[in-house]
């Protein structure tokens, strides 16, 4: 008998422990190898724990607990292996004789379907054939499959095998009553139509995961240690928007994705973190320590809590590669699957708060680093553009800052310069400079 010990990966360098969140598998399972059995919860990320082999499972940990790295959380008996399901009976081809007597065996049993098959003008409705079957088997939108939760990694096995959503639907076992029951219970919590609702006065206590108690920690601590203000203005987004409308479809067809406003910001803030590089800039006890580049943080809302991975570099790349770069990040950050690294060591920090409708806020700053900028909704309003009142897609913004660390100047001078780099985007072309200087030389 060979026992396999199932530790707790290290997450990062300075994680020595993670919260076991829960078990998905029950003592006494058989696993296969690579099955996600368990999710684990750190200070900064969620994390999958596998099985390494196939056997039978023996839960040496509970769930809410505190174990460190290295610990073993759980055993698989490799003696134990996972039963083969057996393979479906193949049909042999009918004979010629058994063909006959089935062909008048079909003609006296379904007689209710034949009856109902015919047409007013007396004649039957032709038999399906396999192609017409083929043609009539709904797509996995039509018949609901789309909305089922898959993980990546029974996607990965579905795609090795060869398998659709149908497949594996066709193949699980018989429907049990907690099947039923769980269904039930799901839809009790699904609110009735019109002004007035069911009354309740239920209430439940659960414990805050590992990261949003690390997160409260960090946003309390922001306040009492930091001497953070917050500056706003607002920026003209029309010439971004006709920019994004002229050559969205070319964009798309050389680089393969959207281009949104996102990347906008990230460069204007990169070319502005350069000429104003205390707001690039942190406390590490008595000394001051600035950056020649801009690691810039984005803030990313997932089921988990609040994450921030950091593109790197953003002062050399292209909006494409912003872009690129923020779809991959932000999807991992959604599915759980992004590393400690990924989000450690920005030196700036840009969220968007406009997404949920937010006109303004102050956000708080993401420590170490000494400054955050905050976007907000577009929304048309009416402005003054030489001496006329015109209609405008107008966005605020806000840069709240550890006035230890920037001064007033700074701080305003900084907001100012991506105002201008987001209202006249051809500059950021053009580094500290702009278009017309650049063209007369001055």
């Given at each position: 008998?060979?026992?396999?010990?199932?530790?707790?990966?290290?997450?990062?360098?300075?994680?020595?422990?993670?919260?076991?969140?829960?078990?998905?598998?029950?003592?006494?399972?058989?696993?296969?190898?690579?099955?996600?059995?368990?999710?684990?919860?750190?200070e900064?990320?969620?994390?999958?724990?596998?099985?390494?082999?196939?056997?039978?499972?023996?839960?040496?940990?509970?769930?809410?607990?505190s174990?460190?790295?290295?610990?073993?959380?759980?055993?698989?008996?490799?003696?134990?292996?996972p039963?083969?399901?057996?393979?479906?009976?193949?049909?042999?081809?009918?004979?010629?004789?058994?063909?006959?007597?089935?062909?008048?065996?079909?003609?006296?049993?379904?007689?209710?379907?034949?009856?109902t098959?015919?047409?007013?003008?007396g004649?039957?409705?032709?038999?399906?054939?396999?192609?017409?079957?083929?043609?009539?088997?709904?797509?996995e939108?039509?018949?609901?499959?789309?909305?089922?939760?898959?993980?990546?990694?029974?996607?990965?096995?579905?795609?090795?095998?060869?398998?659709?959503?149908?497949?594996?639907?066709n193949?699980?076992?018989?429907?049990?009553?907690?099947?039923?029951?769980?269904?039930?219970?799901?839809?009790?919590?699904?609110?009735?139509?019109g002004?007035?609702?069911?009354?309740?006065?239920?209430?439940?206590?659960?414990?805050?995961?590992?990261?949003?108690?690390?997160?409260?920690?960090?946003?309390?601590?922001?306040?009492?240690?930091?001497a953070?203000?917050?500056?706003?203005?607002?920026?003209?987004?029309?010439?971004?928007?006709?920019?994004?409308?002229?050559?969205?479809?070319?964009?798309?067809?050389?680089?393969?994705?959207?281009?949104?406003?996102?990347s906008?910001?990230?460069?204007?803030?990169?070319?502005?973190?350069?000429?104003?590089?205390?707001?690039?800039?942190?406390?590490?006890?008595?000394?001051?320590?600035?950056?020649?580049y801009?690691?810039?943080?984005?803030?990313?809302?997932?089921?988990?809590?609040?994450?921030?991975?950091?593109?790197?570099?953003?002062?050399?790349?292209?909006?494409?590669?912003?872009?690129?770069?923020?779809?991959?990040?932000a999807?991992?950050?959604?599915?759980?699957?992004?590393?400690?690294?990924?989000?450690?060591?920005?030196?700036?920090?840009?969220?968007?708060?406009?997404?949920?409708?937010?006109?303004?806020?102050?956000?708080?700053?993401?420590?170490?680093?000494?400054?955050?900028?905050?976007?907000?909704?577009?929304?048309?309003?009416?402005?003054?553009?030489?001496?006329?009142?015109?209609?405008?897609?107008?966005?605020?913004?806000?840069?709240?800052?550890?006035?230890?660390?920037?001064?007033?100047?700074?701080?305003?001078?900084?907001?100012?310069?991506?105002?201008?780099?987001?209202?006249?985007?051809?500059?950021?072309?053009?580094?500290?400079?702009?278009?017309e200087?650049?063209?007369?030389?001055?």
């Open positions: 008998m060979a026992i396999i010990e199932i530790k707790i990966p290290s997450p990062g360098e300075s994680i020595t422990s993670v919260e076991l969140s829960r078990w998905l598998v029950e003592e006494g399972a058989v696993v296969q190898k690579d099955t996600e059995i368990a999710e684990l919860e750190s900064k990320a969620t994390l999958m724990l596998v099985a390494e082999g196939s056997g039978k499972i023996s839960l040496k940990a509970a769930e809410g607990e174990i460190e790295v290295g610990a073993v959380a759980c055993t698989i008996d490799t003696s134990v292996q039963e083969v399901p057996a393979a479906p009976p193949v049909e042999e081809e009918p004979s010629s004789a058994q063909s006959s007597a089935g062909n008048e065996t079909e003609g006296k049993v379904p007689q209710t379907i034949q009856e098959s015919v047409s007013s003008a004649k039957s409705a032709p038999t399906d054939t396999p192609t017409a079957k083929t043609a009539a088997k709904p797509s939108s039509e018949a609901g499959y789309d909305k089922i939760k898959i993980t990546p990694l029974a996607k990965k096995v579905m795609l090795e095998n060869g398998l659709s959503v149908e497949d594996v639907i193949g699980l076992r018989r429907l049990k009553r907690e099947d039923v029951e769980a269904v039930m219970g799901a839809s009790d919590g699904i609110s009735t139509k002004l007035k609702k069911p009354v309740s006065r239920g209430s439940k206590s659960e414990r805050m995961s590992s990261l949003r108690r690390k997160l409260s920690e960090r946003l309390v601590s922001v306040k009492n240690e930091t953070m203000l917050t500056t706003f203005n607002e920026v003209d987004m029309k010439p971004i928007m006709d920019l994004r409308k002229k050559y969205q479809t070319r964009f798309v067809e050389k680089h393969g994705i959207k281009l949104g406003i996102m906008f910001f990230l460069k204007a803030c990169s070319i502005a973190l350069q000429e104003f590089p205390n707001v690039n800039a942190m406390l590490d006890g008595e000394n001051m320590i600035t950056y020649d801009a690691d810039i943080s984005v803030a990313v809302s997932t089921p988990k809590g609040l994450m921030v991975p950091v593109i790197r570099n953003v002062e050399s790349l292209g909006l494409a590669e912003i872009e690129k770069a923020l779809e991959e990040l999807g991992k950050a959604r599915n759980g699957k992004i590393s400690i690294p990924e989000m450690s060591g920005g030196t700036f920090t840009v969220t968007n708060g406009g997404v949920f409708g937010s006109m303004m806020s102050t956000p708080l700053i993401n420590p170490p680093q000494s400054a955050i900028l905050g976007m907000h909704n577009i929304l048309e309003r009416p402005v003054a553009i030489d001496g006329q009142i015109v209609i405008r897609p107008m966005m605020y913004i806000a840069l709240s800052y550890d006035h230890r660390v920037i001064d007033g100047r700074e701080s305003v001078g900084f907001l100012v310069r991506v105002k201008q780099l987001l209202e006249k985007p051809t500059d950021m072309l053009f580094g500290p400079t702009n278009g200087k650049a063209l007369l030389g001055i």
